[in-house]
């Protein structure tokens, strides 16, 4: 299959076979699964998904990969190919009445951590996501209160889901190799035990403004927000740092201001 890596697409194709057992080992995709591929690239995981689940629906940015794709999997299942931008693909309109989704890919760099935000709002029609990401990037979506990588992606997403990262891989794993590691990584969308989060806009927007300027205190971080008051009533030290604050903490301040923030 020819076709040379688009920088512009932030393409780097997996071909390490070694890695790609790997992979779809950790996804173990099962028949009858709904599978959607973001980015297949070259079919790289394409096949074994399509091997083990006998569908599988597959996003591509890409509009020349869309033949090569076909053709070089028209016999091995049902694969279902959409031409779009995953930034602003409905992924829930895939499903067939209530059934979640598993998605997977190999997301580019460049547009890794909106992409996440995208799909953290779709993630009631979502099972589980496998994504094989920049390693920076997993151990920032990881990270956990008090540590340097610990900020707006940890908590946005660790309220909503658990993130487990995988394994680790080198760079010669791909075509052309990035000059970055990378990382396997599971997210699995909370359900029952996903803390209440009153209004997720506020929250986003508290979360945000807390780690715009990681070295201000929360006083000063959120003065646009929240006073001072607010953040004692809410049992938050004014003079703590973002990072000082665990998934809960966030959750619980948001939770205790958000109706002074409907009416100002």
């Excluded at 009153?198 to 006073?227: C, I, M, Y």
Aim: some cysteine.
């Amino acid at each position: 299959m020819s076709h040379r890596p688009r920088k512009r697409f932030g393409q780097n194709f997996l071909h390490d076979q070694g890695t790609i057992r790997r992979i779809l080992q950790a996804i173990d995709p099962r028949p009858g699964q709904h599978l959607v591929e973001i980015g297949p690239g070259q079919g790289a995981i394409t096949g074994g998904l399509l091997q083990a689940a006998g569908q599988l629906d597959a996003v591509e940015l890409d509009r020349d990969l869309i033949p090569l794709l076909q053709r070089r999997f028209a016999a091995a299942g049902e694969l279902r190919l959409h031409s779009g931008d995953a930034l602003r693909f409905d992924f829930c309109s895939l499903r067939d009445g209530d059934e979640r989704l598993r998605i997977v890919g190999n997301l580019p760099y460049n547009i890794s951590t909106p992409l996440l935000f995208h799909l953290l709002d779709q993630a009631d029609c979502v099972e589980d996501m496998h994504f094989l990401l920049q390693r920076e990037v997993v151990e920032r979506m990881a990270a956990g209160p008090g540590s340097k990588t610990y900020g707006r992606l940890s908590v946005m997403l660790q309220a909503r889901c658990r993130v487990e990262p995988l394994f680790a891989i080198g760079a010669g794993a791909f075509r052309p190799a990035p000059k970055v590691e990378s990382a396997f990584v599971r997210l699995q969308p909370k359900r029952r035990d996903a803390p209440r989060i009153d209004r997720p806009e506020w929250f986003g927007e508290l979360v945000t403004h807390a780690f715009s300027q990681r070295r201000k205190t929360l006083r000063n971080s959120l003065r646009e927000l929240v006073t001072a008051e607010q953040l004692e009533a809410a049992g938050v030290d004014p003079k703590l740092r973002a990072e000082r604050l665990s998934v809960a903490d966030f959750v619980h301040l948001a939770n205790t201001t958000c109706n002074r923030s409907a009416t100002t």
